[in-house]
């Protein structure tokens, strides 16, 4: 039987994930877009 | 008043609709007419038929990642990953997370192509190169047969989904969305499909959270795990066999599918080099959490009370419960986003395949750029009108149409990876291991449970393709790849020597 704690880690680890790759995407466009690698 | 005390979300089912059918038609109307105006804008870089096919082999880090991202974050991602919590538990989730190693695995293989085919095209082009005509058709049946059926899937998803949010009649959102995309799709080719991945990826990213957050907030883990265990304790289950064989066999259906796929071959070709093997890790991580996320909230439905009459649409019920009506705007915009965003690169890439592998090797070889562009672009109205007819009688759930294509898909991972490192690879390897592969697989579909058909078909494919191999071993030479395509010669003979 999974525990309730371990639901609960990798639930809010998914969240905490997806935060951070949406912070390094909008990070990464700046980037590209400073050095005209865009397309 | 907490949501799953507001009355009007209580025993929701299809018949009570999240948003009125006028919102719903505004918030459509709004997002179309957003992809269709981009689409256009993007587009009007596609000069030549490898920027419409290709984007120009110029394709950065970051919308690299971003349509990589955005195409596997798919309806299904969204869809389907809360069906299989529900009916497989928290191993359903984990198991759905498991198609990240398809994109993490196509790392390395993203590099190898861009360096072994600088001048490639299609993943048909690869198979036509390495192993020869009857492998090349083998090959594009069961890749055309794939595509085809996840168009369908994502065809019937968007009906679905504009029915069950907004009241939207099941044929015309499927109509409205496969319209959309094709619309976008046929002005900008990949130009259109990769910036407009960009944005659907970010707001679909943003909306997962904003969608978990309100879900912990309406419900706490407590309330959810002791219902869980009172209602449903198999779902919590650490050791149930038919999740565990999932997990296994949806990994083995994610690698076959990224592996063999025009959509991610197309993107290896598209992005500049050195870029591709960092944007399939960066999406395979990015992606990972988004099932677990989302399976979290069909979960959480046994505690909000939710009538869920349908499987696949656990998701957006509960998400649209606890965010109330304004939050519905959230649900309806990352449903549209990860549905645009992957039948916008499914219309594309097989539309590419077709018009590269069929057209231009086997019926008109002499095409022009400009010929090939008008072909192209027929094609794509062709797949979709075809995807439409085949969509508008509801033929099954989600899980149905998608995993019969499973056996197929897994049947090409070994040909594809040994085809891409081992010079002894050949033919007959190849063809056996897809064929025996392919009806293994079917077979243990039909007699065990959609959830073998993959597992069985990728073991299967590998022992003959390996044995094979071994048996009848050749020794191929990497140069044969190096093919130039006719409009390149046209464009380099054209440009004046320096």
């Known amino acids: 039987m999974f525990s309730q704690g371990f639901i609960t880690l990798i639930i809010v680890l998914s969240l905490v994930l997806i935060s951070i790759a949406t912070i390094v995407l909008l990070a990464l466009l700046v980037d590209d877009i400073k050095n005209k690698k865009v397309w | 008043m907490a949501p799953e005390n507001r009355p009007e979300f209580n025993n929701m089912t299809h018949q009570s609709y999240i948003i009125s059918p006028e919102t719903g038609w505004i918030l459509l109307g709004l997002l179309s007419v957003l992809w269709i105006v981009l689409g256009i804008y993007w587009g009007k870089k596609a000069k030549s038929m490898e920027g419409y096919m290709l984007a120009g082999r110029n394709v950065g880090l970051a919308f690299g990642m971003a349509t990589v991202m955005a195409t596997w974050v798919t309806s299904n991602t969204t869809m389907l990953a809360p069906q299989f919590a529900l009916e497989l538990g928290v191993w359903g989730m984990l ?85 959309v995309c094709v619309t976008y799709t046929l002005f900008g080719g990949l130009y259109a ?77 598209a992005m500049r080099d050195k870029v591709g093997k960092k944007a399939y890790i960066l999406a395979g991580f990015s992606w990972l959490p988004i ?25 957006p019920l509960v998400a649209a419960s606890v965010l109330g009506k304004a939050g519905a705007v959230v649900v309806f915009m990352v449903f549209f986003c990860s549905l645009a965003s992957s039948l916008d690169s499914l219309l594309a890439s097989t539309a590419d395949l077709i018009t590269e592998d069929i057209y231009r090797k086997m019926i008109n070889p002499s095409a022009s750029g400009k010929k090939l562009r008008k072909v192209s672009s027929g094609i794509v109205i062709g797949l979709g009108v075809v995807a439409l007819l085949v969509c508008l009688p509801r033929i099954g759930t989600l899980a149905t149409v998608l995993f019969f294509a499973g056996p197929l898909v897994a049947s090409t991972i070994w ?41 069985v078909g990728a073991s299967v494919s590998m022992i003959v393709v390996i044995v094979v191999t071994w048996a009848t071993p050749s020794s191929f030479n990497w140069k044969t790849l190096h093919e130039i395509h006719p409009e390149k010669i046209s464009d380099e003979n054209a440009s004046p020597k320096s």
């Open chain 2, 95 to 179: 198991a759905y997370s498991t198609g990240a190693l398809g994109l993490l695995l196509f790392a390395p293989l993203a590099k190898r192509i861009r360096a072994l085919m600088p001048n490639g095209y299609t993943s048909g082009d690869f198979i036509r190169l390495r192993y020869g005509k009857p492998t090349w058709i083998l090959f594009l049946i069961i890749s055309i047969f794939y595509g085809f059926f996840w168009l369908i899937s994502m065809g019937m998803a968007g009906g679905i989904l504009m029915n069950a949010i907004a009241g939207i009649p099941y044929e015309i959102g499927t109509a409205v969305i496969l319209g």
């Open chain 2, 193 to 269: 499909v990769i910036g407009t991945d960009y944005i659907q990826t970010v707001l679909i990213m943003i909306g997962v959270v904003i969608i978990g957050i309100a879900v912990f907030q309406a419900v706490d883990m407590e309330k959810i795990y002791s219902t869980l265990q009172e209602e449903r304790p198999m779902l919590l289950n650490a050791l149930m066999p038919a999740a565990l064989m999932a997990v296994f066999n949806n990994l083995l259906f994610g690698l076959g599918e990224v592996f063999h796929s025009n959509v991610w071959w197309s993107r290896a070709f």
């Open chain 2, 291 to 315: 099932p677990v996320a989302a399976g979290f909230i069909a979960l959480a439905s046994t505690s909000l009370d939710i009538n869920v009459t349908s499987p696949d649409m656990v998701g």
């Open chain 2, 415 to 455: 040909p594809i990876a040994t085809g891409l490192y081992w010079r002894k690879a050949n033919a007959r390897g190849a063809i056996a291991g897809m064929i025996t592969g392919t009806v293994a697989g079917l077979i243990a579909y039909f007699q065990l449970g959609w959830y073998t058909g993959a597992l």
